[in-house]
């Protein structure tokens, strides 16, 4: 039985797929070492190489949805002109935009929120958890596991793709760094929903 840390140990080594992962861990009766040795053979243990390399190509793409409802503009770069125009980076950079706008992520990766942010967030889930009568001495670890929930709903690269729940986006970006030979960060986006943050006061009767 392959456990969920082996899979986690494998793609935190390798920059592969969660997928990929498993099937490699399977594949090896569950030996480290030789399901890496299986992932490189595959080509998919590239993209963790790949991390370092300057990425200043790309495309920055726009999308529409909901007769203009929502609209989001991102900027997703690779090494090279020629990657940026394949059509998978394309397609890639598509989906993206399409994720940001149903999933409306907040930041793009965990270490982009700012610490107040979470000091806040601890405060709250603090809160909540002492209202819901729970024992002092687990609170700290109910907090750390409503953290991790809220980066998944908040950090674009954590969340789960809309299309494939059984992955997430860092997961696909990985894919695509393994399969174009480059390293592609997802570098920055914005996302306007039409009458965000307007009052909108009921008129008195």
Known sequence: MISAQQVKELRERTGAGMMDCKM????????????????????????????????????VESYIHGGGRIGVLVEVNCETDFVANTEDFKSFVKEICMQIAAAN????????????????EREIL????????????????????????????????????????????????NELIAKLGENIIIRRFVRFERGEGIENPQEEE
Do not use: H, M, W
């Open 105 to 120: 992520p907040q930041y793009i990766k965990r270490e982009d929120v700012p610490q107040e942010v979470i000091e806040k």
């Open 24 to 59: 490699a861990l399977t594949d090896s009766n569950g030996d480290i070492e030789k399901a890496i040795d299986l992932l490189r053979e595959r080509g998919l243990a590239a993209a963790a190489k790949k991390a370092g390399r300057t990425a200043n190509e790309g495309l």
């Open 126 to 173: 603090k809160a909540q958890s002492l209202n819901e009568g729970k024992p002092a001495q687990v609170i700290d670890k109910i907090i750390e596991g409503r953290l991790e929930k809220f980066y998944k709903e908040n950090c674009l690269l954590e969340q789960l793709y809309i299309r494939d729940d059984s992955k997430t986006v860092k997961d696909l970006l």
